[in-house]
């Protein structure tokens, strides 16, 4: 995730880039060649942008719930010192902030490919999570919890039901 | 081939000239100082914006343009100022790039070289640009922590020199603005008692300390012009203008936009009135609600980051794409399918920050 967002941070007038999840908990930042400390109000704490942005989102969700609208997709703030940019990534949001004076026009086909890069990411380890509880609860569960090895790894049972219960029962 | 351009380009700026005379709005001030500073004429590009302002004060748009037709001139002067400053540096030098940034604009810039005036000096004019460029800050952006910022500067200058004019008037004019009356009426005696026997501050007293019973505290209103974005000598100038003479009725602009068949509905938002164009009865009046509050919010959330006044709102998704262009007082907003359409996007800014008359049929 790391590589994918540098990619977009290295973008001409992005000052910063993150990827926040919908309660406004930011997973990952990377700061663009102007750095983020320009944003003003927020004097560079992220954890206050990110949640600012997530309340932006939600007071725009339920502002625009009475049309029936679906969540927006992307969303556009501009303003004389910068603009925030946010575009919807699988569960979560990918937050862009821009130099002043960039349009977001000029940025839209990088967001979206970095979104369907950070989509299929998420997306893949969810499937490969998945795959894998599949895999445990496949076979039937053992009698017995789980004993630990010598190097501490979890291991199945390896008695027999059978023999450890008296014969003739 | 530079000669073959400015014919072109001169040509342009006629047909806009005369464009602008059938149909005087934001969009045609703003299509012909383009068409100038498309030519180089930068000079002109400023009149005509400043002609707009004057007819359409509240034109977010244009005077985004005549502040950079100004900051292109600026940029000439500050050029050799800078020169000057690398040659001899001195306080009037410093000063005057101080004033060119402000008056340009370009408030961070201001900020940036007021403090490293103070890191250079730390005298007492060098820290009242530096609380000077804060308050403009503060104004411009009306986020608290800037506030706070700038007032925290005004209170170590009046330690530190109390009978500093500048100071107390600047801290008079930031009180006053965002409606601390009671802080405003402290500076305004404090001025007064530098300045016996101002006639004008002797009234401004005697009117603030009526106000001042009730009042709120420097970081009461602070709070509040965070939440609302609306300074306390702005709700006034709101009242008047409804009534005033310079209103344009903004139905036409609305219809021409809604007959774009890509288009749902166009709508002009000012205060708590709406007018919606290309829906009808309470759908008209759901989706006009939704961009009133849409509007409201993206404008609190940019006070919050400190984005400073804004420009431009966009939400695209399954909807389409909802765009909305505030001015200052007022605001347009389209929802269409798809992208926004050039066309629609330029008649969009050309509604935002026309103060029009709001008529009977507003949703």
């Known amino acids: 995730v790391k590589e994918i967002l540098d990619q977009l941070a290295s973008q001409v007038g992005v000052r910063l880039v993150a990827f926040v999840m919908d309660d406004g908990v930011p997973v990952l930042v990377r700061e663009g060649a102007k750095g983020g400390e320009g944003i003003a109000s927020t004097g560079g704490d992220t954890d206050a942008l990110a949640a600012l942005s997530a309340g932006w989102v939600l007071d725009v969700c339920s502002a625009i719930a009475p049309l029936a609208w679906d969540k927006p997709q992307r969303m556009a703030l501009r303003g004389a010192q910068g603009t925030l940019v946010l575009r919807r990534a699988h569960t979560a949001w990918l937050l862009v902030i821009l130099a002043e004076g960039l349009r977001v026009e000029d940025l839209v086909l990088a967001m979206d490919g970095t979104a369907a890069r950070l989509e299929r990411f998420v997306r893949g380890n969810s499937q490969t999570e998945a795959a894998a509880r599949v895999e445990d609860f496949s076979a039937p569960l053992p009698a017995l919890p789980a004993a630990r090895n010598e190097q501490g790894k979890a291991q199945s049972s390896s008695f027999n039901t059978e023999q450890e219960l008296p014969k003739g029962k | ?363």
């Open chain 2, 1 to 363: 081939v530079k000669f073959v351009a400015r014919i072109v380009g001169r040509s342009r700026v006629r047909a806009a000239r005369q464009r602008l005379a059938k149909d005087p709005s934001p969009l045609a001030y703003l299509l012909l100082a383009n068409e100038c500073a498309a030519c180089g004429m930068v000079r002109d590009a400023r009149r005509v914006c400043e002609e707009g302002l004057a007819a359409y004060p509240g034109s977010a748009e244009l005077k985004r343009m005549a502040q950079r037709a100004h900051r292109i001139e600026a940029e000439e002067r500050l050029k050799e100022l800078r020169v000057e400053l690398a040659e001899a540096p001195r306080p009037a030098v410093r000063r005057e790039i101080c004033e060119i940034l402000l008056t340009t604009g370009m408030i961070a810039d201001a900020e940036r070289h007021a403090a490293e005036w103070v890191e250079e000096d730390d005298d007492v004019e060098s820290r009242l640009m530096h609380a000077r460029t804060l308050v403009e800050r503060y104004l411009s952006d009306r986020s608290r922590k800037s506030g706070s910022a700038a007032m925290a500067m005004l209170d170590r200058l009046a330690d530190e020199a109390p009978r500093e004019i500048g100071a107390w008037e600047l801290r008079l004019r930031t009180a006053s603005a965002i409606g601390a009356w009671r802080e405003a009426r402290r500076a305004a005696a404090q001025l007064l008692g530098l300045r016996p026997g101002d006639p004008a501050l002797e009234a401004r007293f005697r009117a603030l300390d009526a106000m001042s019973d009730n009042a709120p505290t420097l970081e009461q209103a602070m709070i509040t012009i965070e939440r609302t974005g609306e300074l306390a000598d702005e709700g006034t100038d709101a009242g008047s203008r409804v009534d005033g003479p310079r209103g344009t009725d903004v139905r036409g602009l609305l219809r021409a936009m809604a007959g774009d068949p890509s288009v749902h509905a166009a709508f002009y938002v000012r205060g708590g009135t709406a007018l919606v164009q290309g829906q009808t009865g309470a759908t008209a009046e759901r989706a006009a609600r939704a961009v009133r509050n849409v509007l409201k919010t993206s404008r609190a959330t940019a006070r919050r980051l400190g984005l400073g006044p804004v420009y431009r709102i966009e939400l695209a998704g399954d909807f389409g794409t909802l765009a909305l262009a505030p001015g200052e007082m007022d605001a347009g907003a389209v929802w269409c399918r798809g992208a926004l359409p050039a066309e629609t996007e330029r008649a969009l800014v050309g509604i935002a920050g026309l103060d029009a008359t709001m008529g009977e049929a507003a949703a």
